[in-house]
């Protein structure tokens, strides 16, 4: 046994509710030796995270392992009972989760979740626990390491929560840790900290570690070896710098290719500046009791003025909590603004949408982040374009067909799919779904809130590529927002940053490097590069850091 | 896990397994007698044609004969249209009333569902059978008096489940969506809301049913529901119950009768055919 894990010929099986068998794990293998990292990437459904979760022997619901070897320290786990398999788990081989926010529990404390590892198992004494969780907090490069422990996981940012997680993993000094896509669900500012902290503490003890996730540039910075995964088989397996610069396979590839988005090419033919579209003036909104001067108590969007042009994009971009999702809100309507200005076509708008005239709401449409909760699931996808058809051009039952026919076709869906309920569609189909039911009111405007984040990269950058040809047929405008700056850079003339309500700096993509407003400068430089040396050779002014990441 | 799928059977893309069958043929069965009661009855319900009362079962008088010696089979077979029919008009109305109420209570939101919610509330807090009692003894005892009664009871708990499921729907992104469209109130609860919580409400209905046909027995036991000489399985069960120490059929009969209806909505309500997902099957 030279390598800490050994994978052979692994083979996990699925029952789906017909009873029928899927094979979801055809025949990998893997290695890896200790203190090595190695990440996991693939996109959803590649059965990334269904490997990482075996390695403890564990199969979700529904799943068995069926066949092959899973040998870590040389056991191996797919054998072993599950009594057995329980004593390995935190000791041998730990488990840092997706979202660490959904996984600590509210009741109790955090330092009594970090150290109930060492309870389970007997590891030492509770004293020893706390001191060594200390010490871990330290080393992870979090605020006040001797009392954060104290406190409840809703009183910590997303970052430090998990942070803690990886505490919680580390504590029993495992020879292996899994990390489930750790940093996706977090700001850019923030994932630099995390990763860093990760990265320091796995380099200091000499752990070996399984880093899943979907991003390339996230991965580049962590780990030894890159192992690609699509449809249960290994694609490619090769050291980062190898990967990175002499993919092979043609999934890698176009991975890679994924993450360079082509620029937009500036309009030739751009109508005349004077041409907006929507201008809206000093808006403010927010949540919270109204009070005396008319405005609400917290203050989400704060004085914040702006124009589209015609034919042209906005992008905005900011880290959660900037208000840049109830500055959509408001622009629709949804969330009526308590001061300002709004200005569309060249008529001004009410500010809630219930006051607006049919025709307004029909030629500004807003498309959601969450195709999920943004398609009624009771309804097949032909009746959730048609309604708009009826509702807006009273279109009767032949031409409502033929136009929801053109419309899948507008958005590269086939026309089989009309039939189908949204929950049997994928990610990037349900997303397209949601845009055509957008595209079906005609509009001049479509605000789409994040509509990329949470697709898989190569999902999201064709999304991206079917949004600006959709563009250079219909002629529309987009505001774009997103937290995801090469999205905003691929699609938009104008990008705009917001940071705590306010607009601070409005410039064109190609002027990114040359932003001139600090927070700007942080962002800008915070987005990970495929560069395995990034995130170390990166310099980053502490008093910035001090002053706007959230650590 | 793997169990419980391998014992359920497929058919036109749902699931479905023993249990459920059998318990909708129970109900099946029920609801025929309740159409056809008039015309498979051996005798009429008011007929005595038996000299003994509490008589045993024998040929000609297969469940035996009641207190005053009629033919207590004729007499099971009319009950269930009472109780089947009163229950389900019941449990009709406030089902319909309890969930429109409920998902526009959800939708509209502010001071109507509040002044709404807390009425309803109120009305929630008062013991049924008492309810039962109070409306009985004030306007007497008719089909449409008990009919209502009965619906006006179960009101309140239909409104409490379906605005509790529809307050889940009216935060997803589709219903701002249809409302940034411009949408009615109508098409909201009717197309957006409704299709996503009609499964619970339809379980939700046949649990109400269960307590309906309990409570309307209930209130014919204590001689507040149907009169003489008409009579439910409850008023069955009461009338008889002087045959008790002679184990009669005539007590054990419709007591039975209620029993099977019941459990078997409850146990079809527990195994639902379930869709099949899973396409390429």
Sequence with gaps: ?551 | MARAIASRRSFLGHSYNLVGVVASLVILAWTLVAIFAPTIIPHPIGDIVDDDYFGPMRQGLWLGSDYLGRDMLSRVLMGARYTVGISLAAVSIACFSGVVLGMLAAVTGGWFDTCLSRFLDAMNSIPSKLFGLVVVAAVGSSIPVLILTLAVIYIPGAYRFARALAVNINTMDFMTVARVRGESTAYLIGSEILPNIIRPVLADFGLRFVFIVLLLSGLSFLGLGLQPPLADWGALVRENIGGLPFAAPAVVVPSLAIASLTISVNLLIDNLPQKIRDRDA
């Design chain 1, 1 to 551: 046994m030279t390598n800490l894990v050994e994978v052979r010929n692994l083979r996990i099986k699925a029952t789906t509710d017909a009873g029928r068998v899927v094979e979801i794990i055809k025949g990998v293998s893997l290695d890896i030796a200790d203190g090595e990292i190695i990440a996991l990437i693939g996109e959803s459904g590649s059965g990334k995270t269904t490997v990482a979760l075996s390695l403890m022997g564990h199969a979700r619901p529904g799943c068995q392992i069926t066949g092959g070897e899973i040998n870590v320290n040389g056991k191996n786990m797919a054998a072993l009972s599950e009594k057995e398999r329980a004593k390995l788990r935190g000791t041998d081989i730990a488990y840092v989760p997706q979202s660490a926010a959904a996984s600590f529990n509210p009741a109790s404390t955090i330092m009594e979740q970090v150290i109930e590892v060492t309870r389970i198992h007997r590891l030492m004494p509770p004293e020893q626990a706390r001191k060594r969780a200390v010490e871990l907090f330290r080393s992870l490069s979090l605020p006040d390491p001797e009392r954060i422990g104290g406190r409840y996981p809703h009183q910590v940012s997303g970052g430090q929560l998990q942070r803690l997680a990886a505490a919680m993993a580390l504590i029993g000094n495992p020879k292996l840790v899994i990390f489930d896509e750790p940093t996706t669900a977090l700001d850019v500012t923030t994932q630099i900290d995390v990763l860093k902290a990760f990265k320091s503490v796995m380099r200091a003890g000499g752990i070996a570690g399984v880093y899943v996730s979907h991003d390339l540039a996230v991965v580049a910075q962590i780990a030894d070896r890159i192992v690609v995964l699509k449809g249960g088989e290994v694609q490619e397996t090769g050291t980062t710098a190898e990967i990175l610069s002499a993919a092979k396979h043609p999934y890698t590839r176009e991975l890679l290719a994924a993450f360079e988005p082509k620029r937009r090419q500036a309009h030739a033919d751009a109508e005349p500046a004077t041409n907006q579209l929507l201008r809206i003036d000093n808006v403010t909104a927010g949540y919270g009791a109204v009070r005396d001067n008319g405005l609400p108590l917290v203050r989400a969007v704060d004085s914040v003025s702006l124009i589209v042009e015609k034919g042209r994009n906005l992008g905005v971009i900011g880290e959660s909590g900037c208000g840049k999702s109830t500055l959509a809100r408001v622009i629709a309507g949804i969330h009526p603004a308590a001061a300002g200005d709004i200005v569309f076509d060249g008529k001004p708008l009410r500010r809630a949408a219930g006051k607006r005239s049919q025709d307004q709401l029909r030629e500004m449409q807003i498309v959601f982040q969450y195709a999920d909760t943004a398609l009624n699931p009771a309804k097949p996808v032909e009746d959730i374009i048609a309604r708009p058809l009826v509702f807006y051009h009273g279109l009767d039952r032949q031409a409502r067909s033929r136009r929801v026919d053109e419309l899948l076709d507008m958005v590269r869906l086939p026309k089989a799919l009309r039939y189908r309920h949204p929950a049997e569609l994928s990610g990037g189909q349900k997303q397209r779904v949601n845009f055509a039911r957008a595209l079906a009111a005609n509009p001049k405007l479509i605000i789409c809130d994040e509509i990329t984040s949470a697709l898989d990269t190569v999902v999201a950058s064709a999304v991206i590529e079917l949004l600006k040809e959709l563009q250079r047929e219909l002629g529309l405008s987009y505001i774009f927002i997103s937290h995801d700056l090469s999205v905003v850079e691929a699609i938009c003339d104008e990008i705009m940053v917001m940071y705590n309500g306010q607009r601070v700096e409005q410039i064109t993509p190609d002027k990114v490097k040359a932003a001139t407003h600090p927070y700007s400068k942080l962002l800008f430089s915070s987005v990970p590069k495929l560069d395995p040396t990034w995130l170390d050779g990166l310099v980053r002014d502490p008093e910035l850091v001090s002053q706007y990441g959230h650590r």
